[in-house]
Nanobody, 123 residues
Framework: QVQLVESGGDLAQPGGSLRLSCAAS????????MGWYRQAPGKERELVAD???????NYANSVKGRFTISRDNAKNTVYLQMNSLKPEDTAIYYC?????????????????WGQGTQVTVSS
C-alpha cells in the first residue's frame, strides 16, 4: 500500500509565501515523476509543476518565476515553494507521483494522488 500525504496548506496574504510538502510512504521500489496539481472552485484540475527523477522540472506559465518544485529522494518527498502568492493561486493543491512497488507478481507501476491541501490567498 502506498500513500501520499500533503501538508503546508494555509491562509496567506497576497505577496506572501507558503511551502507545501508531500511525503510518499509504503511499499516503494522507485519513484519517477512527482508533481503538484491544483483545482480551484468551478475549474478543472491543472498542472502546477512537476519534476523527474533526474530533477528536470516543468512549470505552468502562471507560476513560472514564483514557484519552485524540488524533491528529496532519500525522504520520498516533493516540495513546492510558493512565493509572491496571488489570490488566483487559491485552490486545493494535490500531490501526484508515479510509483513502482514490488509485488508478488513483480514490479507494478501506478499513479497515485494525495488527498489535497487547501491554499487560500486573501487579505
Amino acid at each position: 500500500q502506498v500513500q501520499l500525504v500533503e501538508s503546508g496548506g494555509d491562509l496567506a496574504q497576497p505577496g506572501g509565501s507558503l511551502r507545501l510538502s508531500c511525503a510518499a510512504s509504503g511499499s516503494i521500489f522507485r519513484i519517477t515523476h512527482m508533481g503538484w496539481y491544483r483545482q480551484a472552485p468551478g475549474k478543472e484540475r491543472e498542472l502546477v509543476a512537476d519534476i523527474t527523477s533526474g530533477d528536470s522540472t516543468n512549470y505552468a506559465n502562471s507560476v513560472k518565476g514564483r514557484f519552485t518544485i524540488s524533491r528529496d529522494n532519500a525522504k520520498n518527498t516533493v516540495y513546492l515553494q510558493m512565493n509572491s502568492l496571488k489570490p488566483e493561486d487559491t485552490a486545493i493543491y494535490y500531490c501526484n507521483a508515479e510509483i513502482t512497488s514490488a509485488r508478488a507478481v513483480g514490479l507494478v507501476t501506478r499513479n497515485y494522488w494525495g488527498q489535497g491541501t487547501q491554499v487560500t490567498v486573501s487579505s
